[in-house]
């Protein structure tokens, strides 16, 4: 019951963000941030009417989508590829969404399996320069994405961005618009892009003013990260 109504809530707040900047709610998609929360969480979600979700964590995940495999779910990943680990993604999942380099993309194509169909990506972009954070610097992301939609067995979706926490909504909203730029620009060469993945619980109001299309919550779902096994 509190998944279902954390769902509600985080719906509503979608809601009343699309009203206050004058988008229709139904232009931005809700992915569901699943990470360290067991299937049983998940199943709960789903019964709440939620169908997409987030995994950070590729052998948790992979076991997590072979244990709801009876259940119509759409599965993303949102954490770091390493190479060993493509071939899981590549057949596994139906979104990347943490696409960095050229290469993983190369491996994750070779990898799809045909009756998988299109694996759907997007290109992480480190868009304030954090030096903690994984992504693609801005200027490199063409490139990137030309030679990404050129390859076979993948759908170039968009991009998505992680930004160090802000100090204020205002900051917040100042870095998802770049990210928003960045997004529009790399349409204007004629790249068909329809995903802009960014926002998360802390940010979610000022990343649907600057124009997300698709939000990813995970606590506000979910509650408190549940502790990694050391």
């Not at 596994?92 to 299109?118: T, Y």
């Not at 979706?157 to 917040?172: L, N, V």
Request: hydrophobic share 45%; glycine share 8%; charged share 20%.
């Amino acid at each position: 019951m509190e998944i279902k109504n954390n769902l509600e809530s985080v719906r509503r707040r979608i809601a009343a963000s699309c009203s206050a900047c004058g988008r229709d709610p139904a232009q931005v998609g809700l992915l569901a941030v699943s990470k360290t929360f067991g299937p049983e969480a998940v199943a709960q979600a789903y019964a709440a009417g939620q169908l997409a979700f987030g995994e950070n964590y590729i052998q948790e995940a992979v076991e997590k989508i072979q244990a709801l495999a009876d259940l119509p779910l759409q599965w993303h990943c949102i954490g770091p590829v390493q190479s060993n680990k493509t071939r899981l993604v590549a057949e596994h999942f139906d979104w990347v969404q943490s696409v960095d380099r050229l290469k993983i993309a190369e491996r994750l194509s070779a990898q799809r399996p045909l009756a998988r169909g299109l694996l759907q990506v997007c290109i992480q972009i480190n868009i304030d320069g954090g030096p903690s954070k994984s992504g693609v610097p801005p200027q490199e992301a063409l490139a990137l994405a030309q030679a990404l939609a050129a390859l076979p067995g993948l759908r170039l979706r968009g991009i998505m961005t992680i930004p160090e926490p802000a100090e204020s909504e205002e900051a917040a909203l100042a870095v998802h618009r770049r990210a928003q730029a960045l997004f529009a620009h790399l349409r204007s060469t004629g790249l068909d892009l329809d995903t802009l993945s960014m926002g998360m619980s802390g940010d979610l109001e000022p990343a649907i003013q600057a124009g997300s299309t698709l939000v990813r919550v995970g606590s506000a779902i979910f509650g408190a990260r549940a502790p990694l096994s050391p």
